[in-house]
């Protein structure tokens, strides 16, 4: 019987991972950099880790959950963000007694029930950081700089930075009895989904795709024009760190980001290469989401980046191809009988850093030959018996056809010395 991967899965095959494992690394770097540093959470939680947070109104609860009952009857969810996990991390394990802020940096798969498409999958991965206990606008400024860089760093161009602030409390009760007075008397132009959450959450109709909704809420009341004197200054703040680092932003009054948490700032960048899932990553400030857990009242910004379309996009700039993927040494052996001593010389290469391979297919010297060109060996060392019984090896340079005679006791040393200095 022959099995598919789940719909909206795909299997990362070697040349993608390697890809994937460049873009980690980078960040890692990049995060050490910022003061970030890693954690690692469960892949599934409580179901109501996700439903208090995210919000019961948005599309990833009401739609896209992956959620199941164990063995003992324990509702869980396998985890369709990382913000959430992190935080619920941050109050299980006392981590507000640590100084302040934390700032944390994930990387793995999520998952979300969604109609699969180009860039749009049922498990993705994320790459993101929260940084957690300061209300700093510094921070948001951080948090969104952090993220452009990465993509600089990574040879990106052509990205446009939107921004946003959804305000706080003192904001929002104003705001949403104007939003859903609005929302009320366009009822009628509005899906069925969007009419429920006229009452559940009128903030949750910016997200629907639904062309007739759009239009509605492109003319709606804006969060922005409600904001209270604190929650404006901090906005402005946040625009003027920006300015400062020369940053292009656009203020788009719209960007509410499909999460219930999200207070004050909220961003997003979007990549010219993506087609319609063009939001390579996204974040927000979330002051309120620590309480949510059962903490005392912590603010907290952060964002998440979608490796799949991040690596979609960096394919489409050519700047892969940096990536020095090729294996050094391919070890040819002319006859079976000096196996043994090309095994030998195999690990003393390893052992010395160099990454080197051998046949294991039983295949003639000239089909060695032929694998080792297709695999990408930059050098193929021959032994055979001759060879051992001179003491002499001979090396060919796969690009060059070029070849040399060394001295087996020195093959050790001399391939180092060729392959540090990439001759
Ligand atoms: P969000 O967690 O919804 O704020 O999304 C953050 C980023 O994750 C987005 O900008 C996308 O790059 C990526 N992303 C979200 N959902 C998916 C998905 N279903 N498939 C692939 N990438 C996704």
Not at 203 to 232: G, H, I, T
Not at 369 to 381: E, S
Request: aromatic share 10%; charged share 30%.
């Amino acid at each position: 019987m022959r099995y598919n991967a789940p719909k909206g899965t795909t299997d990362i095959l070697p040349d993608t991972a390697r890809k994937w494992q460049y873009l980690e690394s980078k960040a890692a770097n990049m995060f050490k950099n910022y003061g970030y540093e890693p954690i690692i959470t469960p892949i599934f939680e409580h179901t109501e880790v996700f439903t208090r947070s995210i919000g019961i109104s948005t599309d990833i609860v009401q739609k896209e959950m992956y959620t199941f009952k164990d063995k003992a009857g324990r509702s869980l969810t396998l985890r369709p963000e990382g913000t959430a996990p992190v935080i619920r991390a941050y109050v299980n394990n006392n981590m507000q007694q640590l100084p302040q802020p934390v700032k944390l940096y994930y990387m793995g798969p999520m998952f979300r029930y969604e109609r699969p498409q180009a860039g749009r999958y049922r498990q993705f991965w994320q790459i993101g950081v929260e940084a957690i206990g300061s209300d700093d606008p510094a921070l948001d400024a951080e948090s969104i700089l952090l993220m452009i860089n990465y993509f600089k760093s990574l040879g990106l161009k052509g990205l446009t930075l939107y921004i946003n602030s959804m305000g706080c409390d003192k904001d929002r009760p104003k705001y949403m009895e104007l939003l859903r007075e609005y929302a009320e008397a366009n009822r009628k132009r509005l899906c069925k989904d969007c009419q429920k959450r006229i009452d559940l959450n009128p903030l949750r109709l910016f997200d629907c795709k639904d062309e007739s909704c759009q239009l509605v809420m492109k003319d709606a009341p804006k969060l922005l024009n409600y904001l209270e004197v604190d929650c404006r200054k901090h906005f402005n703040m946040v625009k003027r760190y920006l300015e400062m680092q020369k940053i292009e932003y656009i203020v788009k009054p719209e960007l509410v980001r499909g999460l219930d948490y999200y207070t004050k700032t909220t961003f997003e960048v979007i990549s010219p290469f993506l087609g319609a899932q063009n939001a390579i990553g996204g974040g927000g400030r979330y002051d309120k989401l620590v309480e949510e857990f059962g903490g005392s009242p912590t603010p907290g910004i952060g964002f998440a980046i979608g490796t799949e379309r991040l690596a979609i996009a960096v394919e489409k700039e050519g700047a892969f191809d940096s990536i020095e993927d090729r294996m050094d040494v391919f070890i040819a052996v002319a006859d079976q009988s000096a196996k043994p001593n090309a095994i030998d010389i195999l690990y003393a290469l390893r052992e010395a850093g160099i990454s080197a391979d051998i046949d294991y297919m039983g295949r003639s010297l000239k089909a060695q030959l032929k694998y080792a060109n297709r695999r990408g060996f930059k050098y193929t060392v021959f032994i055979g018996p001759e060879e051992l019984e001179k003491k002499r090896v001979a090396v060919r340079n796969m690009e060059t056809g070029e070849q040399i005679e060394i001295n087996i006791d020195e093959l050790i040393k001399v391939m180092r010395d060729i392959v540090m200095e990439r001759f």
